[in-house]
Structure formats: C-alpha cells, structure tokens
C-alpha cells in the first residue's frame, strides 16, 4: 500500500514565523503535491514537484514555497506566517506510470495548522 | 478552465439503502479522468474510483459505482447498501490526461443514520 505520511497532525504557530510542513512517500512516486483544504472550498492546489528539484505552482502559491531535494520528501515552507494561512494542509503523490489510472493521488493524513 | 460542482452541500440516508451522490464537470479536453474521493472526520482522503473519459463502461468497485454521462458531463458517485461507516466528506475531482494535476469539487457530506 501507498503510504504518505507528515510530520505533524497539529501545529500551533505565532504570526511571523517560519513554518515547516513535512510530507514523505515511500512508493518511489515521481510526482508530489500540497493543497490546502478549507471549509466550503474544497481542495485548492498550492504547488506540485515532478521531478526532484522540479516544482509549479498552483491555483494559490502566494505566500508558500516548496522544497524537493529527495524524490520522497516534499516540504512547504511559509515564509512569515499568517493566520489567513490557518488552514488544513494536505500533501499527495501520485505515479507517472502504472495500472488502473495513472493520475490517482494518494494522500497523507494532513495537517491542521493553526496561526495565532 | 476546468471545473468540478458538487451541488449537494450534505445528503442524508438511512443504512442499507443506496446513496447517489452528484458531480457535473466542465473541460474541453477530450482525454481526461474523474475521480472520487472519501474524507471521514480523520481527515485522510481515501481514492474510492476512477472513470477515464473514454472508458467505454462505467466504474465500479464494490459498493461504489460512477454513473457517467459523458453527453450530460456528469460523474455521478453510487454507493449501494449504505453503511454507517460510509459517514463522510466526499469529493469528485478532475484530471487532465497529460498533466498530473486534479480539480476537486467542494464536496459532500453524507450522514449515514441506523
């Protein structure tokens, strides 16, 4: 089974702060994402990675950036927190290649962020 | 532009009946895949089904089944013999074949009563 996994279920962050937001995948898959999820709007994408060191932004990048140094780790990084960034946060990958659909992203349990 | 709509904000049914849930989607890409998703309140997002636009039979995958009308751009999620376990957020997204990445609806909550 695909696993996904993120550093944290729960953060508590103060304005102005640097946050870290970790995702790991263990299924080798090529592709990685990171939404964030908010009552009443869905899942909106902030940036996805192909490739290791390769990354696009989404529908909604102000404010975040992203590293992928190791094909199975995505990290989100918001530069100065804000507490319009308080939010669900939920990373995924999928595969390039495969059976069934080539497309289906697999997610982690998410983070709940809360900016103070 | 793409774009995914779930009309139902929340459905109510009773155990053992079936539930249809509904999404309609808009693209002028003639390759593309749907897909449906289940948030229980843990808040993981579990893949339940997968319709390409030129599969030429509807998905099914034990209790669910997508009803789709390519004609109509609807992808309708089926759950028969409704289990209280079935409680949750469920959200129907979009693929671009091609690209990797999906557009999600803004779901529905089903409650599932004894």
């Known amino acids: ?116 | 532009a793409q774009k995914i709509t779930q009309t139902q904000p929340g459905m109510f049914v009773q155990e053992k009946e079936a539930v249809t849930l509904d999404c309609t989607y808009d693209t002028s890409d003639p390759s593309y895949g749907l897909f449906w998703y289940k948030q229980p309140s843990s808040g993981e997002m579990i893949f339940l089904i997968y319709q390409g636009s030129y599969d030429q039979q509807n998905a099914t995958e034990g209790r669910y089944s997508l009803n789709f009308q390519k004609a109509r751009k609807s992808a309708n999620l089926v759950i028969s013999a409704s289990q209280l376990g079935d409680s949750a957020m469920y959200f129907c997204a979009l693929g671009r074949t091609g690209f990797q990445k999906l557009v999600f609806g803004t779901g529905t909550r089903l409650l599932v009563s004894p």
């Not at chain 1, 299924?27 to 490739?51: A, C, K, T, V």
């Not at chain 1, 992928?68 to 390039?96: D, G, H, V, W």
């Not at chain 1, 290649?97 to 962020?113: D, M």
Request: glycine share 6%.
């Open chain 1, 1 to 116: 089974d695909v696993k996904v996994t993120q550093s944290s279920r729960y953060l508590v962050k103060r304005t102005g702060e640097k946050v870290f937001l970790e995702c790991v995948q263990d299924m080798d898959h090529e592709n990685m994402f990171w939404y964030r999820q908010d009552p009443g709007l869905g899942l909106r994408l902030i940036y996805f990675s192909y490739d290791v060191k390769m990354k696009e932004k989404g529908d909604i990048p102000e404010g975040y950036s992203v590293s992928r140094e190791k094909k199975e780790r995505f990290s989100l990084i918001l530069e100065s927190a804000s507490t319009n960034q308080t939010s669900m946060y939920l990373c995924a990958s999928s595969p390039t290649s495969g059976s069934q659909s080539r497309y289906t992203q697999y997610f982690g349990p998410g983070t709940r962020l809360t900016v103070l």
